[in-house]
């Protein structure tokens, strides 16, 4: 917890961005250009202790080290970090700016995966996130890893209906934000959780109906307005978060 | 509650803003240019129901009548909601696109006063927000009155250290995010709530001072990562809203 701590930001080390499974002991750990690029900016060079994550796991401190013209990192330590308990977010496929920047928080948050929904509501919004934009999310939910700690980048999953997520995922428990609700129940700290957002106008009584005699969502109360999907994302991330570390009685 | 359900919204009703002050049954409500043109976009004219909201606790239902070539509300019945107890986010002055984007989240949650904090860690950031954006969050602030359906618009304050607002909202219960922290504690319904928000590399020591020292600051845990003041902000209105429900028993 250390490395990842609001001070450490402020310490100065660099986080340096790895594609996943190549932070190995021993190994130069390659960099890519944007990474390259980025060190260029901040003057740091051949010599430089910096830290490496990989959005998949990876944590360790390295050295960066000439290779021709650019710089590779000799990893010195490794610390490896398990991966966290599901935390899905299914999010009805609204604007598609709102929904990266979203991709950001899912990360700074331990949000495991974000799936857009496609929507009976969401058909309807014209700047709304479609699969040629995905891969921009991806990179944004990886690139948000330097600024949080994160070890896990979000992953960001294809869109799909209820149903194939919850076959992608077993044994979720899944939330429904309604301001009907009742406060979010306690969750163990290893149960799988996902939450269903609807897009603006609410999900459709069909839809519903999926979550409530299929998944068996329970209602939960974010508050007493209507929340847009990123505010709710985040509220309902940031309760899982709460609740998970209650239900443990200690972290 | 009903006027302002989420399955309210995909009703059909629009929703209008009026100036502060100005929703009085008997009297019609003058809309201003936006507002009309937002009528005119959506073919809403006159004889028809419209909702309106000021931002300032008005909520009202009224009929659209002709006045010259404009519309004005004529109000049918009107229903103020009483001001709620104070969620004061004082936030270290980052990018000013995302502060106006929190502006907009912070009505969403309930927040009743946004204020922008001058910390030393924020005065590098080249796109940090400045007072002449404050009139532009204020908007931002009072237009998501309309889609959350909170009659009170967030109050954004001018720039202020942390004892002013300590002045400016006596009695205030502060609380700060930090890795190290534990679970927010319980809050009664009524209690004034304030979250200290740092900038980009956090507070710095005397500035943690006064939070701590003057302002008898908590420290609660929002998750292990390093949020971004968004994420942070959004996170500890929705524990708020979490906390004071359960503190009440029953909403």
Same mark, same amino acid.
């Given at each position: 917890r250390r490395l990842v701590g609001r001070r450490g930001a402020a310490s100065g080390v660099i986080t340096v961005l790895a594609a996943p499974? %190549?932070?190995?002991?021993g190994v130069g750990v390659v960099l890519d250009a944007d990474e390259l690029h980025h060190l260029r900016v901040r003057r740091v060079g051949a010599g430089e202790t910096v830290r490496v994550l990989d959005g998949a796991g990876a944590r360790a401190i390295g050295t960066l080290e000439p290779a021709g013209r650019d710089l590779v990192v000799q990893i010195t330590s490794a610390e490896p970090v398990e991966r966290p308990a599901d935390l899905v977010l299914a999010v009805g496929a609204g604007d598609k700016d709102r929904f990266a920047r979203l991709a950001e928080q899912c990360t700074e948050l331990g949000v495991t995966h974000l799936v857009p929904l496609d929507t009976e509501r969401s058909r309807h919004v014209e700047s709304r996130i479609r699969d040629s934009h995905l891969d921009k999310l991806r990179k944004r939910a990886r690139e948000a890893c330097k600024q949080c700690g994160n070890p896990w980048a979000t992953v960001i999953e294809p869109f799909a209906p209820l149903e194939v997520i919850a076959r992608r995922h077993p044994q979720l428990r899944w939330f429904l934000a309604d301001p009907g609700g009742h406060a979010m129940p306690a969750v163990a700290a290893d149960d799988g959780v996902a939450w269903a957002i609807g897009p603006e106008g609410g999900f459709t009584p069909g839809e519903l109906e999926v979550l409530q005699? %299929?998944?068996?969502a329970e209602r939960v109360w974010l508050g007493p307005h209507i929340l847009r999907f990123e505010s709710a994302a985040v509220a309902g991330a940031a309760l899982t978060l709460d609740r998970r570390a209650s239900g443990v009685g200690d972290r």
């Amino acid at each position: 917890r250390r490395l990842v701590g609001r001070r450490g930001a402020a310490s100065g080390v660099i986080t340096v961005l790895a594609a996943p499974g %190549t932070v190995l002991p021993g190994v130069g750990v390659v960099l890519d250009a944007d990474e390259l690029h980025h060190l260029r900016v901040r003057r740091v060079g051949a010599g430089e202790t910096v830290r490496v994550l990989d959005g998949a796991g990876a944590r360790a401190i390295g050295t960066l080290e000439p290779a021709g013209r650019d710089l590779v990192v000799q990893i010195t330590s490794a610390e490896p970090v398990e991966r966290p308990a599901d935390l899905v977010l299914a999010v009805g496929a609204g604007d598609k700016d709102r929904f990266a920047r979203l991709a950001e928080q899912c990360t700074e948050l331990g949000v495991t995966h974000l799936v857009p929904l496609d929507t009976e509501r969401s058909r309807h919004v014209e700047s709304r996130i479609r699969d040629s934009h995905l891969d921009k999310l991806r990179k944004r939910a990886r690139e948000a890893c330097k600024q949080c700690g994160n070890p896990w980048a979000t992953v960001i999953e294809p869109f799909a209906p209820l149903e194939v997520i919850a076959r992608r995922h077993p044994q979720l428990r899944w939330f429904l934000a309604d301001p009907g609700g009742h406060a979010m129940p306690a969750v163990a700290a290893d149960d799988g959780v996902a939450w269903a957002i609807g897009p603006e106008g609410g999900f459709t009584p069909g839809e519903l109906e999926v979550l409530q005699g %299929t998944l068996h969502a329970e209602r939960v109360w974010l508050g007493p307005h209507i929340l847009r999907f990123e505010s709710a994302a985040v509220a309902g991330a940031a309760l899982t978060l709460d609740r998970r570390a209650s239900g443990v009685g200690d972290r």
